[in-house]
């Protein structure tokens, strides 16, 4: 697929060739045309030189006058310096000179670089997309979008350089972008006009079929526990710890970043008990190592944002499946992002966009569009701080069972966010035959279908229990639980579905002595170990 136009690099100066060799040399990361990250953070520049203790002098010159400078030293044979706070635009050009030769980057931009890193529904390309045509004409009016992306290389040591390249940085052409990720460019198309149509450099990191630990640093994996696959690897996806952290990421580790996207989960949906560990360590140290090989110019608490999985089969014959223990594993299993495992991370729900005729296999929707929409206002809430931009589906803030009617009522983000409810169907409760308040695999999930509903609440009933107990109750908890678009609850503002949900302890009951509200004093309360997730959105 990227064979036309991919090279490995010798690793020289910038002169529109890598084919010679010289003693200094800028990290093969850098290109002309690309995007270096602006102000207020500062833009790092790396590199190696043959003299040990060498200056090396970097210009930055501007239009007009504007000519800035700064220096390093040869340390052990590399180089780092940070440029200038410089604002968004340009073109600018860079001038890297020392005693052993001189390179020059031309029609640099800043604007805000953002990561977008993982299996196959990232790297999925944006000729395949829904009317990938259209699209594709629309994407080359972007010209203060500049994309790069490193080819698919393992390592079994960490490297500090990249060794293939199959789209150096450059301005979006037909030929380039149709091989680019369609959902990261499509991230960077609908976020722009938001930023003032500030420059965007979108680097594209990603490699179908591989597993999180592949992509993790060794401290993530050491993290949790090991991890035995139950299928064997496919020859063409490395699934094995660090060999694509090693090849993919350590090598630009020093790049001064905005913020990343996140799509993968898939390759380790054979054990969904492991994953939360294994994702919220990787966030934790991809954040760490930025932070400090960018001289602390990457954040350290670094925007995050990830799509949960998608869906797999045809919703008229698919079961629960594995994939909603993986959407719940996805948010360090609170059910919703931000959250405290999961700092300054944003989600986008795309449970609800299966795509059962898609030539690529049903797991890889082409509907990227609306993926790219849904992670955009997390984006600029999360990464941005437009606080008042609404990135979240309706969540559930509290749970209350009424015994007498046996029927649960559901209130959604506080009442703050106004239901849309779609569909009748999509919820069920656990139900026990003794009066234990946990739901374990031994107890049968029922369908409890929605009979009535407000601008904030759900009702459901769990008539299907009988004489049982209900002892839990989930949400949407199918690996492909509607059809496009209809799920049952979705926020009637915004159009954002609401999330899987579980919980597996009974909720509050009330046991009814008359037909007064259950709130009334001569009702008595249950007891029950959780009344409402109180979950703060």
Known sequence: ???????????????????????????TYFGDHMVLQRAPQQAVLWGTADTEGDTVTVRL?????????????????????????????????????????????????????????????????????????????KAVNYTNIR?????????????????????PWTQPT?????????????????????????????????????????????????????????RQPPDC????????????????LSTTLYGAIWFQASANS?????????????????????HESSLGETPADLPFGFVQLGTMNDTSTN??????????????????????????????????????????????????QDVARRLVPGALNVAYGYKDVVF????????????????????????AVPLDVRSTDGFQVCCSEDSSTSCSGKYGWEDAPITGHDVSHVTVTYAACGSRHLVGLRYAWRSTPCGVMQCPLYAADTGLPAPPYIQKTAPVCCVKNDDTKCDDARDTLVAAPIKSTNVSL
């Open 319 to 368: 079961g629960t499946g594995i994939f909603p223990y993986m959407r719940w594993a996805q948010t360090a299993n609170y059910g919703y992002s931000p959250n405290p495992s999961l700092p300054n991370t944003f989600m986008a729900v795309a449970m609800d966009l299966p795509d059962i005729n898609s030539p690529y296999g049903t797991i890889h929707t082409r509907d990227k």
């Open 174 to 230: 037909a030929s380039t972008v149709r091989r680019f990720s369609g959902l990261c460019f499509l991230f960077g198309e609908y976020l722009q006009p938001h930023l003032g149509n500030v420059p965007l450099g979108l680097v594209e990191a990603a490699w179908g079929g591989t597993t999180i630990e592949a992509w993790s640093p060794p401290v993530a994996v050491n993290a949790c526990a090991p991890v035995v696959h139950s």
């Open 147 to 167: 994309i790069f992306q490193p080819g698919n290389v393992r390592s079994d040591t960490e490297e500090d350089d990249l060794n293939l390249l199959w789209i």
């Open 270 to 290: 054979d054990h969904p008990e492991l994953y939360s560990c294994q994702f919220t360590n990787m966030i934790k140290w991809w954040r760490h190592y930025f």
């Open 61 to 137: 010159e501007g239009q007009g006058s504007d000519t800035r400078e700064v220096i390093a030293n040869v340390t052990q044979g590399q180089w780092k310096v940070k440029l200038p706070s410089t604002g968004p635009g340009g073109p600018y050009v860079i001038h890297v000179n020392s005693s052993d030769g001189d390179a020059t980057l031309r029609d640099v931009l800043f604007g805000d670089v953002w990561l977008c890193s993982g299996q196959s529904n990232m790297q999925f390309i944006f000729g395949q997309v829904f009317n990938a045509t259209e699209e594709i004409t």
């Open 237 to 252: 996806c490395p699934q094995v710890p660090l060999v694509i952290w090693n090849s993919m990421i350590h090598p630009i």
């Open 1 to 27: 697929m990227h064979s036309e136009g991919s090279y490995f690099l010798n690793k020289c100066h910038h002169e529109a060739t890598f084919s010679c060799e010289c003693a200094l040399k800028i990290s």
């Open 392 to 415: 979240q589906g309706p969540f559930p803030t509290d749970i209350t069972a009424y015994n007498s009617s046996q029927e649960v009522i559901i209130e959604y983000s506080h009442g």
